[in-house]
């Protein structure tokens, strides 16, 4: 019965690949995040989303978009990885005003 | 901008003692969450308890307690008869009311128990 979904768990790549992350949660949530945690355990929000407003931390690169192809899922694509992207990314949802839960995290590797 | 603030890096317990990890924040809001994630090494980010600001009584769930100063801006956790697996790493987060806002961590506290 998991909740908060994501794939893959680890990811390992070379800098200047694409590459994407998917989530999906089965809560009926209606708004869904991404954070990215870095080397210092240091959690930020990179986006936020429902099905009427994308909100984007304004320090996050282009480089990074989510794309929702349903009000379940949230995937991140990474265009031209670069070696400071490697981190923990953490998807999450809520219904609003409720708790968020999160998925049990990606880590990704950039050399 | 919202901020929380997490002033203890690290705190050592001993087994069965009582704990208490301190978060302040900043915020012009009225309509606010505050939270206490744990995460253990397995990375996995857990909810531990959570407060309305609206509401004056202070959150409990068994072993775990807040201390709500809303004038203050403060926001602690209480951790009684502490055992081997709260071990972790505590972030205490904030997240205005309405919205699609995420959350705002804190930089966390580092929970060491001493067996």
């Known amino acids: 019965d998991t909740a908060v979904s994501q794939t893959p768990k680890y990811l390992v790549t070379q800098m200047g690949n694409d590459k994407s992350i998917k989530c999906e949660q089965n809560?009926?949530?209606?708004?869904m995040y991404w954070y990215k945690q870095d080397s210092k355990k240091f959690l930020k929000i990179m986006f936020s989303?429902?099905?009427?407003?994308?909100?984007i931390n304004e320090t996050v690169p282009n480089r990074f978009s989510p794309k929702s192809p349903d009000k379940a899922h949230l995937n991140l694509h990474i265009n031209s990885l670069e070696l400071g992207d490697s981190a923990v990314y953490f998807c999450?949802?809520?219904?609003?005003?409720?708790?968020?839960?999160f998925g049990p995290g990606t880590r990704l590797l950039v050399l | 901008a919202q901020t929380v603030t997490q002033s203890q890096p690290e705190m050592s317990v001993q087994e069965a003692e009582t704990v208490t990890l301190s978060c302040t924040y900043d915020?012009?809001?009225?309509?606010?969450?505050l939270f206490w994630y744990k995460q253990p090494p397995s990375r996995q980010m857990i909810l531990v308890i959570r407060?309305?600001?609206?509401?004056?009584q202070n959150a409990t769930e068994n072993r775990f307690s807040v201390n709500f100063q809303k004038a203050a801006k403060s926001f602690s956790l209480k951790i009684s008869d502490s055992q081997l697996g709260d071990a972790a790493m505590y972030f205490c987060?904030?997240?205005?009311?309405?919205?699609?806002?995420?959350?705002?961590f804190g930089k966390g506290t580092h929970l060491i128990i001493q067996p």
């Open positions: 407060q309305e600001a609206y509401k004056q």
């Open positions: 989303y429902n099905n009427k407003e994308l909100i």
């Open positions: 999450a949802s809520n219904r609003r005003e409720e708790t968020q839960y």
């Open positions: 987060a904030y997240r205005r009311g309405g919205g699609a806002d995420g959350l705002t």
């Open positions: 915020t012009s809001e009225s309509d606010y969450y």
């Open positions: 809560l009926g949530h209606d708004t």
